[in-house]
């Protein structure tokens, strides 16, 4: 173990945390890659993984790079050697399920302007009031803020806004890309779908997990050993796919339970919280902050216990997010790379979120 990991109580202290907006709990890396998550679980043994072991997963795709989720950041992000690749699920009017961070489109497109008028009283504009056809005619950009007419980019380093021409795409659209690279390739790289704001989607009269169980199916993901772990925040909903909705479609994917940086996810971070969770997942994935404390001095790291619970539960542990810009750095880390190098070789943990995948893989290759 690093000198420089202490540990500390293993429940997230609920004093100095902010709410998480984006990845909020909604109310209510390759050869051995095929086999990860396979069983679960060796006999309650915690083991630092080797590097090469190590998943990278293409946070909304190369999104360092290019407009989130767009399909010229998942081609990216497929080149740049990730194992596998996340698409947030949202749906529309009509029943498609398409690849959205948020159910909301006014932070990355030109909705306001094609579609004025159709915002809801909030002022925003929800993919759920518009058809397929509709949503193709925006234009993507790069995620930003708008705040008293002026947009600024979310990421000012990053793909400039309103540049170039991206569209929203469906996540069979996706399914087809990724698959269809595997067959031009003979790699062998694997979808991550989280289920956005399944209790919202509910209130409208959608089940958004069954479309997504659904489209999964279509596309032959229906067994444990199958390339795709299914995410989501809301605890209930996983176990309603668990108890419910897999074994009445004859289906057997992983799932993993995201656990937020916030008040809301505090007990599901002691022991009894993470046997819970091993009862219907086959693994976390945690803020990063939940790991290590992020107000930690760089000599002085205090390490949660988290990931210990978890692989003592049988659970991997896929952080997230790993981000290059310095003001998304904990102030412990020198730079991205020793970031990593925290988490992958001092941590342990199993795989990583990670908006650059190419930076990550080249470090786990340079680390074997």
């Known amino acids: 173990m690093s000198e420089r990991l202490s540990y500390r109580k293993a429940a997230l202290s609920t004093e100095g945390i902010d709410e998480m907006k984006s990845d909020q709990f909604p109310v209510g890396h390759g ?8 069983a679960a679980c060796d006999g309650g043994t915690s083991v630092v993984p080797a590097a090469s072991e190590t998943l990278v997963i293409a946070h909304r795709g190369a999104s360092g790079y290019l407009p989130e989720h767009t399909i010229a950041a998942k081609a990216m992000a497929y080149a740049q050697g990730a194992d596998f690749i996340e698409q947030d699920l949202v749906m529309t009017q009509d029943d498609a399920v398409i690849v959205l961070h948020d159910h909301h489109l006014d932070t990355v497109s030109n909705v306001a302007s094609i579609f004025p008028g159709r ?6 504009y929800y993919a759920i009031d518009f058809t397929l056809a509709e949503i193709r005619e925006l234009s993507v950009t790069e995620r930003f803020e708008l705040q008293d007419g002026v947009i600024t980019a ?3 380093e990053r793909f400039p806004i309103n540049r170039s021409t991206f569209r929203v795409h469906t996540f069979a659209e ?3 890309l990724v698959q269809g690279l595997n067959r031009s390739t003979g790699r062998s790289v694997g979808i991550y779908p989280e289920i956005k704001s399944p209790a919202f989607h509910l209130a409208e009269g959608k089940d958004i997990s069954r479309a997504v169980l ?4 279509t596309y032959d993901y229906t067994r444990a050993t199958d390339m795709v772990f299914l995410q989501c925040f809301d605890p209930y909903e996983l176990v309603r796919i668990r108890q419910e909705l897999l074994p009445t479609m004859n289906m057997d994917v992983r799932l993993v339970q995201l656990i937020a940086y916030s008040k809301e996810f505090a007990a599901m971070t ?5 046997q819970k969770v091993s009862a219907y997942a086959a693994g976390i994935g945690p803020s990063m902050h939940l790991l290590i404390d992020p107000d930690s001095d760089p000599g002085n790291l205090e390490v949660s216990g988290l990931l210990e619970l978890a692989h003592d539960a049988g659970l991997k542990v896929h952080p997230y997010t790993f981000r290059r810009e310095r ?3 904990p102030a412990y880390a020198k730079d991205y790379e020793d970031l990593l190098d925290i988490f992958v070789n001092e941590l342990g943990v199993d795989g990583v979120f990670t908006d650059f995948p190419d930076r990550t893989v080249r470090f786990l290759e340079n680390a074997r």
Request: proline share 3%; net charge negative; aromatic share 6%.
């Open 31 to 38: 050869i051995l890659v095929a086999l990860l998550f396979l």
């Open 119 to 124: 915002a809801r009283g909030d002022g925003r």
């Open 154 to 156: 979310v990421f000012p």
């Open 174 to 176: 996706e399914i087809e």
């Open 214 to 217: 659904d489209v999964l199916k």
């Open 270 to 274: 002691t022991a009894e919280g993470i």
């Open 327 to 329: 003001n998304q750095i």
